[in-house]
């Protein structure tokens, strides 16, 4: 199926690990030219070697801290105009209200739920104006399933649900597309992370988190949520926005 996506550009945030990382690839393999963000400048710099050298697409990388809302100023400067936006970065971690502290929540919901909305809000002027673009914000299964356990991050993710159906459906006339993705567990750093919180607070004993990775359906591998990322921004969706689809297999587990 051709998806038509040669030559255009992609501003990925988180783009330099997990999900963020398998979106790129997926991207960069349809001829997408990228601008990936990410917080750690190592990692970035890697990905971004890597991205030019198998593709041979245009690859600019962008240190920045997200959580600073000054920071999402700058990477628009920089970034400019792009025909796909692809919201990533933020990782909320596991744990009842009362577990997770002030200043960590506060941490949390700046780089995901404001992070996700100021930069929409910054690019979706310059989207509206040309009459086309795409953005992608990639949320959580959590957000259709709340558990106590993940209250924080329940509510961050049905928050960015409620906005992405509210944003997607006025933005669409105007010629953009606004959808949600809400990945189920997915094998990616941040898997680890959340299944060795709960194994701690669980079992006692955050070592013994591989017990707790469900078998039946398996975590998807973050290529599995690339691809629909990929369709997604393609034409072939053109009439998908102000929605959000669920990859969970079913499961309805924590995501």
Known sequence: MELNLDGRKALITGGSKGIGWACARALAAEGVNLAIAARTVGPLKEATLALRSEFGVEVSSHSCDL????????????????????????????????????????????????????????????????GSGVIINVIGSAADHPRSSYTVGAAANAALAAFTKAEGASSFVQGVRIVGLNPGLTRTDRLETLLRQQAKATLGDEGRWEELVPKDPEPAAAEDVADVVVFMCSDRARLVSGTTITLDGGAGYLA
């Open 67 to 130: 959580t600073k809302a000054t920071h999402r100023q700058a990477l628009m400067e920089v970034a400019g105009e792009v025909d796909i936006l692809v919201n990533n970065a933020g990782a909320i971690p596991s744990g009842s209200l009362l577990d997770v502290d002030d200043k960590t929540l506060r941490e949390a919901w700046e780089l995901k739920v404001f992070g996700y909305l100021d930069l929409t809000r910054l690019f979706l002027p310059l989207m509206t104006q040309r």
